[in-house]
């Protein structure tokens, strides 16, 4: 089992749509959680962290349940330039490596 | 100011040769990790370093790969004796201890 699992989609969703994206992680130690972006043929750029209480910023909401180890991410009125691989992150410790998983892909199309 | 840069950006080699690719962290950051990102999946740790030292080289695939970071900025992932499964970006990051920022990559093809 991947310690980081993501639907991998892809999405296809219209302009304007809610899309929800989950992913689970198997290590109950990990402590710190993101959501990065990664367009086609670039580098990997953090979205957003994640934290226990649940964060927002502008349409992006982001969800962690530790106890489920679930970790979620919702787009409100999707915009054509949301579409992009959305990947999943985990981190033991504060430094250390990150655990990606495999990336949702998502297209807005208008 | 200037972000992490990787050198070259594409890199297509031959069976059985010896590659080496290069990372310029963000300046201060002392930490320098290198991942690699095989196609329709998500980065792959490989090894990080905390100044000079690899912290953590529990991700290198074998003994043909090796990465060094001698001054504490520079650092350079050196691979051995390349086969076709190598292909792949290699991904660097570099950070002060929270985000971490990535690199544009290395492109690397084994023919």
């Known amino acids: 089992r991947k310690e980081v699992e993501q639907d991998p989609g892809p999405f296809n969703v219209p302009e304007g749509a809610t899309v929800a994206f989950n992913c689970t992680y198997s290590n109950s130690a990990s402590q710190s959680f993101f959501w990065y972006r990664q367009d086609c043929r670039k580098e990997p750029k953090l979205l957003m962290s994640?934290?226990?209480s649940g964060n927002e910023d502008g349409r992006f909401t982001a969800q962690l349940n530790r106890a489920s180890q679930y970790i979620s991410l919702l787009i409100r009125d999707s915009k054509l330039s949301d579409s992009a691989t959305y990947l999943c992150v985990v981190n033991k410790q504060a430094g250390t490596a990150l655990i990606f998983g495999k990336g949702t892909t998502l297209s807005v199309s208008s | 100011g200037a972000g992490v840069s990787q050198t070259p950006s594409n890199k297509v080699t031959e069976k059985g040769k010896y590659v080496e690719l290069r990372c310029d962290p963000i300046?201060?950051?002392?930490?320098l990790y290198w991942y690699r990102q095989s196609l329709g999946q998500g980065p792959e740790f490989l090894i990080y370093?905390?100044?000079?030292?690899?912290?953590?080289d529990s991700g290198l695939p074998n003994d043909r790969f090796f990465a060094v970071r001698p001054e504490g900025s520079v650092s350079t992932l050196k691979i051995q004796r390349t086969e076709r499964g190598d292909s792949a970006v290699y991904l660097c990051?570099?950070?002060?201890?929270?985000?971490?920022?990535f690199g544009p990559g290395t492109r690397l093809t084994v023919l």
């Open positions: 994640v934290y226990s």
């Open positions: 370093f905390q100044g000079t030292g690899a912290a953590d």
């Open positions: 300046s201060g950051h002392t930490a």
């Open positions: 990051a570099s950070s002060r201890g929270g985000t971490q920022y």
